[in-house]
């Protein structure tokens, strides 16, 4: 079953297209991650779902009925803001019981509801207390208790945690993601941070400047990016791009990187490559760990599918599980990424070796991934 | 050793109080010329006002007499006195009341997005910085008998109405109050959209997906959000209300048969009127005392809502 359908949603504020053409759906229980960089549309597209922002072109259907007309309130969903957005006035139960006073329930089952909730959170003790006297993951967990306790069709969080500070930030990742295994309800969440969106959620839509530029599970926007926005964004240290050309070298396909040697492509590797024309400009793509040292990789030996590339060490990060080196190559630097420990110093020369069956061939015009 | 380090403690411990010394001398000399100029100005008239209360004088042969509390009791037994103590509630409770309820829905407006927004906001301040002198002039010009309030009534009831509204004794409280609303209501208006756009749009859409219409929030979240704005506002306008002047006399001068006489016009009209010094203090010294209770209210009431609706 499908609950959040897009139907070529759009948003204009004033003159600005904000949003265009939005198309997706989110299957009912699904935890959803909306990514994207600053200002691209992810609020406005998740306040669209809820009611707080008219919708201006196409529809957005919840649970099968199209919710364009009705207010926040008819289309039972709850949002949990970036600032949380608690009732200072009110104490935590108030806060919680707030929804339930509205909806009429009787005063047994809404306390009966907000002690469950309170009991999921660990919220007990705090249930007297006033926000200002709650520390920022208290007032996370909060927010989250008041939205549950209306057990609503969908969940909506605007970046819930940028707020918090980095371990609080990891944990509460995991008691979200435990949150939704739970209650098995749809969750939509915003945030700009791709670990959060690849931890968290089993599927990712990735937006920028209004538009949809991929939608999949995390590991297949990892794995296969449909562009260079996608395949920058996602993954940390960033996949490495180097520019150049395909050209037929004595019968053989080489990739020639702008201002370098060519490097002969092992048959049956980057498919992508027969697609471009010679001389056509586009990029090589390769995450960090797709790049190894020749003595270091045990299955590099035999494979027939690497590539060498010599370059001079001009930074070494150690992170104490990993060691990334960053080289300067013919086309700018590349970041190389090797599990371990690897003793080596900025003016070492090394050869490394590209894995080319793991990179990808994106054009240079388009941006879009060939294969 | 033993005996270096116990004299070192006692200098470092006799330091730090040197120092402080030095701070407060430094208060005192910074302080003391204003706080002299302060005695002089705001409290020796004060105490002198007290005194005066405690004599029958006659400031034409400049004579004093003792006569103890007999001013006071001479007051408060005096039906006059409690008359004006009366309209100076009702025009403090009705101007306070009119201004705030009507500040508020005008401050509401204002929080709302719409076209013109930015010129409405400058028009309302314009009551509060017309001078009361020519607010007086405006609203005698439009509520006296032949006015255009009368022309208005006589427009729309299609027959002629001549009630001067400030001359009749029946009226002439009610166009006060409403008159003297108007002067102040941009104040509240201002304080309280303040107080408004403090509160962050997002509890109110948060309420929005809870269920509440825009009743609902105005009661569960406007109101009492603004609960502390609201509360300044109001005792600020009581206390400026009771001890006003100005307005009313410029309006009816007490006016007509003592209906809008209020304390301070009466402290006036026994000073300046009827030269009873005395008597006039007496009055003078009981307003100030509803007054300071009034402001002792304020200072209790408004500490303890900071202290409870604290929105950080
Ligand atoms: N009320 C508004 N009026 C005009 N423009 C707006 C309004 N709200 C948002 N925008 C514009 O719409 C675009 C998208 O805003 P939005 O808040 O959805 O971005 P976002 O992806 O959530 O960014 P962030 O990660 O910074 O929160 C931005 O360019 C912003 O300037
Ligand atoms: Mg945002």
Known sequence: ?371 | MAFSSAKSARRDRRAPRLKFRDERIFYYVALGPTAVVIAFVIALPIIYTFGLGFFVQNTLIRTWRFVGLSNYIDLLTDADFWFAFWNGIVFTVGSTAVATVFGLAIAILLDCNFRGRGPLRALVIFPYIVPSIVVAFIWKFIFSGRGILNDFLGFIGAQAVSVPWLGDQRFAMMAVVLISAWTWFPFAAITLLAAIQNVPDSIYEAAALDGAGPAKRFIHLTLPLLAPALMVVVLIRAIWAFRNYDMIWLLTEGGPIGATEVLPIMAYKEAFGLFRMGHASAVSVSLMVFVTLLAAVHFRVGARLRKAYDTS
Not at chain 1, 30 to 46: D, E, M, N, Q, W
Not at chain 1, 145 to 153: C, D, L, T, Y
Request: with cysteine; hydrophobic share 40%; proline share 6%.
């Open chain 1, 1 to 371: 079953m499908v609950q959040v359908v897009f139907n070529s949603v759009g948003k204009d504020f004033g003159r600005d297209a904000v949003l265009r053409d939005i198309e997706f759906e989110v299957p009912a229980g699904r935890f959803v991650a909306l990514i994207g960089p600053s200002g691209c549309g992810k609020s406005t597209l998740l306040r669209m779902i809820a009611g707080l922002e008219h919708i201006d072109y196409g529809e957005i259907y919840i649970d099968g009925k199209a919710v364009n007309d009705l207010a926040p309130k008819d289309r039972d969903v709850a949002m949990v803001f970036q600032n949380y957005a608690l009732y200072p006035h009110m104490t935590v139960a108030e806060n919680m019981l707030f929804t339930l006073r509205m909806a009429r329930r009787t005063r047994a089952e809404s306390n009966d509801r907000m002690w469950e909730a309170a009991r999921i959170l660990g919220l007990e003790s705090l249930l007297d207390r006033y926000p200002r006297h709650l520390s920022g993951g208290q007032r996370q967990r909060v927010a989250m208790g008041r939205a549950i306790v209306r057990n609503p069709k969908v969940f909506l969080f605007d970046e819930p945690l940028s707020n918090l500070d980095a371990k609080l930030r990891v944990q509460m990742r995991a008691e979200i993601k435990r949150l939704h295994q739970r209650l098995g309800t749809t969750m939509i969440f915003v945030t700009h941070d791709q670990v959060e969106a690849m931890t968290m959620a089993e599927q990712v839509v990735i937006l920028r400047e209004g538009r949809v530029e991929q939608v999949g599970t995390p590991l297949e926007l990892y794995d296969r990016p449909t562009n260079i926005f996608v395949a920058g964004f996602i993954g940390s240290p960033t996949m490495n791009l180097i520019g150049g050309t395909f050209e037929q070298d004595r019968g053989r396909l080489c990739f020639v990187p702008r201002n370098g040697t060519p490097i002969p492509v092992p048959p049956g590797t980057l498919p992508g490559a027969s697609k471009v024309g010679p001389g056509r400009e586009c990029f090589l793509g390769i995450r960090p760990e797709h790049i190894s040292l020749p003595g270091l990789d045990p299955n590099s030996d035999g494979g027939g599918s690497f590539g060498e590339i010599s370059a001079e060490v001009v930074l070494v990060e150690v992170t104490g599980l990993d060691t990334h080196i960053v080289a300067s190559a013919p086309d700018g630097e590349i970041t190389i990424l090797i599990r371990g420990r690897f003793d080596t110093a900025a003016g070492d020369r090394l050869s490394f070796r590209l894995n080319f069956s793991a990179a990808h061939v994106f054009d240079a015009e388009t941006g879009e991934r060939l294969d």
